[in-house]
């Protein structure tokens, strides 16, 4: 009785650790979905797309350049950057208009998967780990690839924060977000700077498809599940509330973790749905909303 005792806390603890580490790539993509609610009021239906896209691009270059870091340092630049038309000249008529955002983004998610199909197909790819060995975790080999991605989500962050608390951009971003009158009043170009904030957060999505590609099959609807989770994280976070979208991320993917040593997946995934549910009964701009 001790031994099965011992060996089912051990598999709790894993499997709680595992969704911990996955919770940082998950914080990376909901960050980039609360950032660009908090300063253009537009839920984008489409970020899990731009996810895909990242983990899409990711297989392309590092066959082309045959190194996956390189893929990973560009495949960010280079999606968020193409993205600020689409907020230039599709979405920002509708700022501030949720339920419209909503309409069109899933229309370009709608667009987005079918030209994925068209040119890659409907089968999974696999990015093969640029770097491989186990370290032991909870008496299991795990793959050090996932812990070294939850490394370089964690640092992304904190690169993330620092540069809206520290930088010039940083401060014009957070005024934008916080009195867009008043940062229009004293000469910031809003306009500029919900450009570039739409980019930053697609950039963020591509960037956490890029880092996990090597970790999931690559296909034209992995976006789906992701998108779910992302928007459930942003939801109970607080619309806006980066600080609170890291923390929700990060609990809530521990708490899946948790859950799946004693449900089915899907369960599991329903189990947090009715979390949501109860947070927006409770409190309905999230946890940490002031």
Not at 13 to 20: C, E, K, P, T, V
Not at 62 to 74: E, K, T
Not at 182 to 196: L, P, V, Y
């Amino acid at each position: 009785m001790g031994e099965f005792l011992s060996e089912l806390i051990s598999n709790i603890m894993f499997l709680f650790a595992d969704g911990i580490i996955w919770g940082f790539v998950i914080a990376l993509i909901a960050l980039g979905l609360s950032l660009i609610f908090g300063i253009m009021g537009i839920i984008n239906m489409a970020h899990g797309d731009m996810y895909m896209i990242g983990a899409v691009l990711a297989l392309v270059f590092s066959g082309l350049f045959g190194n996956f870091w390189i893929a990973l340092i560009i495949v960010p630049v280079i999606v968020g950057i193409a993205s600020m038309p689409l907020e230039r000249w599709v979405l920002r008529p509708y700022e501030g208009k949720p339920l419209i955002t909503m309409v069109a983004t899933i229309g370009v998610s709608f667009i987005i998967q079918q030209i994925t199909l068209m040119v890659f197909g409907g089968e999974p790819h696999m990015v093969y780990e640029p770097i491989k060995f186990t370290v032991p975790l909870f008496g299991v080999p795990y793959s050090g690839y996932r812990v070294f991605a939850a490394g370089i989500g964690l640092v992304s962050i904190a690169i993330l924060w620092l540069a809206l608390q520290r930088t010039k951009l940083g401060v014009y971003i957070r005024a934008t977000m916080e009195q867009p009158e008043m940062a229009d009043a004293i000469g910031i170009n809003t306009s500029f700077i919900r450009a570039i904030t739409f980019g930053i957060g697609v950039g963020l999505a591509a960037f956490g498809g890029a880092l996990a590609a090597p970790i999931n099959k690559v296909f034209y609807l992995m976006g789906l599940d992701v998108m779910l989770f992302s928007f459930i994280v942003v939801i109970i976070g607080g619309l806006g509330n980066l600080a609170g979208t890291l923390i929700a991320a990060l609990v809530l993917s521990g708490f899946e973790g948790l859950l799946s040593a004693f449900l089915e997946p899907i369960t599991a995934r329903v189990v947090i749905l009715l979390l949501m549910a109860l947070v927006v009964v409770w409190k309905p701009k999230g946890l940490f909303s002031s």
